[in-house]
Every structure is written in structure tokens, then in C-alpha cells.
Nanobody
Framework: QVQLVESGGGLVQAGGSLRLSCAAS????????MGWYRQAPGKQRELVAT??????????ADSVRGRFTISRDNAKNTVYLQMQMNSLKPEDTAVYYC?????????????WGQGTLVTVSS
């Protein structure tokens, strides 16, 4: 079992910054890729950014590239996933979800956090 706990959402004005955090605990050895996804009202959930096991490979949606930075710290008992969001725009308003996925023999792992709301006012 893997548990994800998110924090860091809130209300910010356009042009401002927020930092999202996600702590993964439990059987963290089963985790491979982690990422952030978001879902705006009336829209489908979409990928924002992902990061590989060691943090050496990242992937960003075109809409956030250059403004958001994903990072990861693989501590002994907890994996810390963060995303620095700069130059926020009203269209970034959404519920943001942390995700952890496994690979190989752990490929069935696909865990989601509870979501944290980010609201960007114009």
C-alpha cells in the first residue's frame, strides 16, 4: 500500500506563485514515476508534469512548460514530490492531484492523492 498526502493549494492572484507538495509513504519501493495532474471544472483530468524515479527525467504539458517545475526527493521512508508554480494564470485554476505509478512487477500501482484546489484570480 502507498499513501499520498497533498498540501499547498490556495488562492493566488494572476502572476503569483504557489508550491504544491505530496508525501508518499508505505511501500514506496513500488513507486516508479510520479506526477501532477489537474482537473478544472467541467473538464477532463489532464497531465501537468511527471518525473522519473531518480528525478533525471521530467515531462511537462505545453501549457505549463517554463512556468512550473517538478521535483522529487526520495528519502528513506517517504518520497516527497513538489511542484513550484510561477507566473500563474487564471486558466491554471483546478484541483491538482498527485499520482504515483509502478512499473515491472509493480505495474498495477496507480495511486492518487485526495487533490488540492488551486484558484488563480484575475
Amino acid at each position: 500500500q502507498v499513501q499520498l498526502v497533498e498540501s499547498g493549494g490556495g488562492l493566488v492572484q494572476a502572476g503569483g506563485s504557489l508550491r504544491l507538495s505530496c508525501a508518499a509513504s508505505g511501500n514506496i519501493f513500488t513507486i516508479d514515476t510520479m506526477g501532477w495532474y489537474r482537473q478544472a471544472p467541467g473538464k477532463q483530468r489532464e497531465l501537468v508534469a511527471t518525473i522519473s524515479t531518480g528525478g533525471g527525467s521530467t515531462n511537462y504539458a505545453d501549457s505549463v512548460r517554463g512556468r512550473f517545475t517538478i521535483s522529487r526527493d526520495n528519502a528513506k521512508n517517504t518520497v516527497y514530490l513538489q511542484m513550484q508554480m510561477n507566473s500563474l494564470k487564471p486558466e491554471d485554476t483546478a484541483v491538482y492531484y498527485c499520482n504515483a505509478r509502478g512499473s515491472g512487477i509493480y505495474r498495477n500501482l496507480d495511486i492518487w492523492g485526495q487533490g488540492t484546489l488551486v484558484t488563480v484570480s484575475s
